[in-house]
């Protein structure tokens, strides 16, 4: 559904990403690890287009859509939270401005008989098709249950954005995306502005997510408990681990142990092969 094919950027002397590629799958859960200022962030700007590569490519699939929530930096004003969370899904909320439009001129229609009375009765029809198409009878119910799962209350679905804080901005941008519900779930440090409870349900919603997730994050347990596949940032390079990050740990290690063996083994045979030219 989305591949990143012989990614490179560099910034200046420094070369971040070279050669870079890999695939995301449909119900992937992929955790992005590494060293700070290995990349991490930056290639989740580059999936989401925020910064071009210097050479490679990002290529979606037809419908794919993907979704971004920075570590912070996210304000609103000027809406209700219910309105601003309502607003991220424009489709439904266009949708339901049309459908009210057609119900305020059928009630003020004077001619219940009329072909024009009909056709607004049409007009509606297909109208609500689309909205059923898109959840969007039940998007108060989804709404009000992402915010909660969030931590906010019901008396704060009605208060202004700019009544809250920096952390519960970025809860706001969350629930946006949640409901949104892109292809691909684009995640950097997530859990930095959630209290317990919340982290929890934001866990549990995240396991039955139907699209892909890619995610950065330095608590462990919450990456060991979402994902299914580990990519290592290191020196430019991506490698690929099939499993969460405590499998990502021990593969790891036992990579090194091998590694280290191999080298071993290969310094043993020269020294064979040089004992063996100094007889000579």
């Known amino acids: 559904m989305l591949s990143i094919s012989d990614i490179t950027v560099q910034f200046g002397a420094k070369k971040l990403f070279e050669n870079v590629s890999f695939i995301v799958n449909p119900r992937d859960r992929i955790g992005l690890v590494g060293s700070n200022g290995a990349g991490k962030s930056t290639l989740l700007k580059i999936i989401n287009g925020q910064i071009e590569p210097d050479k490679g490519e990002i290529a979606l699939s037809k419908h794919v859509t993907v979704g971004y929530l920075p570590q912070d930096g996210i304000t609103y004003s000027g809406k209700t939270i219910y309105e601003e969370v309502y607003s991220g899904v424009g489709d439904i909320s266009a949708l339901k401005d049309e459908i009210d439009q057609v119900n305020k001129e059928m009630e003020e229609h004077p001619d219940h008989t009329s072909d024009d009375y009909m056709e607004l009765v049409e007009t509606l029809g297909e109208l609500q098709h689309k909205f059923e198409a898109l959840d969007g009878f039940r998007i108060r119910s989804n709404i009000e249950k992402i915010l909660e799962g969030l931590g906010f209350h019901t008396r704060d679905f009605d208060r202004q954005t700019e009544e809250f804080s920096g ?114």
């Open 167 to 280: 952390g519960w901005q970025m809860r706001i941008a969350m629930a946006k995306l949640l409901l949104q519900q892109p292809s691909v779930l684009l995640l950097d440090e997530p859990t930095n502005h959630l209290d317990i409870e919340s982290l929890i349900w934001v866990e549990e919603f995240l396991k039955s997510y139907e699209g892909a997730i890619i995610l950065v994050s330095h608590d462990r347990t919450f990456l060991d408990n979402i994902t299914n596949k580990t990519i290592e940032i290191y020196t430019g390079k991506v490698t690929i681990y099939n499993g969460n990050y405590s499998y990502y740990i021990n593969e790891r290690e036992t990579r090194k142990e091998l590694l280290f063996k191999s080298y071993e083994n290969q310094q043993r045979y020269i020294k064979q092969q040089e004992r063996f030219i100094t007889r000579f």
